[in-house]
């Protein structure tokens, strides 16, 4: 299994920033694409940003120019920078990631992180 931990969320005012970070962990494990997804109250989850392996990145419309994904390869860690904060970004955002593990027969799979909630205050 692959076990990935967010930090980084809190409450922050409109027109700020803040930096998510997610570290995936667990016993042999190959790491595919990594990305942010999140969900408001009484809506849908919805993709933020995802991010694959060779580094190409895909940004929902509603964060294309404010946010900016990266990862560690090496480390195993997503980061997630949002700028330009509106309380609309308020949500529980998750960390993905798509992996295959020796326990799995290395087949892929999903994998989601607890989440951790982002309030933007207006």
């Known amino acids: 299994q692959v076990q990935l931990v967010e930090s980084g969320g809190g409450l922050v005012q409109a027109g700020g920033s803040l930096r998510l970070s997610c570290v995936a962990s667990?016993?042999?494990?190959?790491?595919?694409?990594m990305g942010w997804y999140r969900q408001a109250a009484g809506k849908q989850r919805e993709l933020v940003a995802t991010i694959t392996s060779g580094g190409t990145t895909n940004y929902a419309d509603s964060v294309k120019g404010r946010a900016t994904i990266s990862r560690d390869n090496a480390k195993n860690t997503v980061s997630l920078l949002m700028n330009s904060l509106k309380p609309d970004d308020t949500a529980v955002y998750y960390c993905?990631?798509?992996?295959?593990?020796?326990?799995?027969?290395?087949?892929?799979?999903?994998?989601w992180g607890q989440g951790t909630q982002v309030t933007v205050s207006s």
């Open positions: 667990g016993s042999r494990f190959s790491i595919d694409a």
């Open positions: 993905y990631a798509i992996a295959s593990t020796r326990a799995t027969m290395w087949s892929w799979a999903d994998y």
